[in-house]
């Protein structure tokens, strides 16, 4: 049994497309990040090598809750196009409960990691430290070698890191709008008319019961008792 009529058929095709699109975007901007730190962290690694010294570079406060934006990121594209295609070619009212739900609770951890996430990105850096033998570097000495290499220890100056924060907001945004519509469309469905295709519609009958009468017996009517 499905519902007659898709409440918000429009809107909600829009939203969950945008969550779809951005969710994906913002995936993608976190394996970007990761895979771009590996490879800053090589590069500094490496040039340091020769010399003798020992780099260690501590980013796990921002790369933790980076890998849980961007999971939930997938989700949220995964969750959006499983509504999508229950919204073009399904029309069941538990679907859409079900689907609506679960978008407001990745919507609600999203918003739960990235606000974290952003603080970390705007006013945090990574912690550098150098050893040559068992000897530390200054952090003056490790701070030139980083302007020589034309790197940053300082997240927001980094900018996959600030890409990977701002697009999954835009996700999150979208999302939002999206799990809310959601919601609102299995409100109304609850009340919506239903299509049963395996009822047919009832046969009724106007026409007046049969009279039988004889000649010159114009008004008796035959009664069945």
């Avoid at 999971?71 to 689907?99: D, E, G, I, P, Q």
């Avoid at 919507?107 to 990105?121: E, G, K, N, Q, R």
């Avoid at 395996?198 to 026409?207: C, L, Y």
Wanted: aromatic share 8%; proline share 5%; hydrophobic share 55%.
């Amino acid at each position: 049994m499905v519902v007659a009529n898709v409440p918000f058929r429009l809107p909600r095709l829009a939203a969950l497309s945008l969550a779809f699109v951005f969710g994906v975007v913002g995936f993608a901007m976190g394996i970007n990040a990761l895979v771009k730190s590996n490879d800053q962290k090589d590069l500094v690694k490496k040039q340091a090598a020769p010399l003798g010294a020992t780099v260690n570079i501590d980013t796990d406060d921002v790369f933790d809750v980076g890998c849980v934006v961007t999971v939930v990121c997938a989700l949220v594209a995964l969750t959006s196009l499983a509504s999508l295609v229950s919204l073009l070619f399904a029309r069941s009212a538990r679907a859409f409960t079900f689907l609506g739900l679960f978008l407001s609770f990745l919507t609600i951890w999203l918003f739960a990691s990235l606000v974290p996430m952003t603080d970390f990105v705007a006013n945090r850096q990574a912690k550098v430290s150098a050893f040559l033998g068992t000897v530390p570097l200054p952090d003056s000495i490790i701070q030139t070698v980083q302007q020589q290499l034309g790197v940053t220890s300082v997240y927001r100056d980094i900018h996959y890191l600030r890409l990977a924060v701002i697009l999954p907001w835009i996700a999150f945004l979208f999302s939002a709008i999206a799990s809310a519509l959601e919601l609102m469309a299995a409100r109304r469905v609850r009340n919506a008319p239903l299509v049963d295709n395996t009822t047919a519609p009832a046969m009724t009958s106007t026409e007046p019961a049969p009279s039988y009468k004889e000649k010159g017996d114009a008004n008796v009517e035959q009664v069945q008792v």
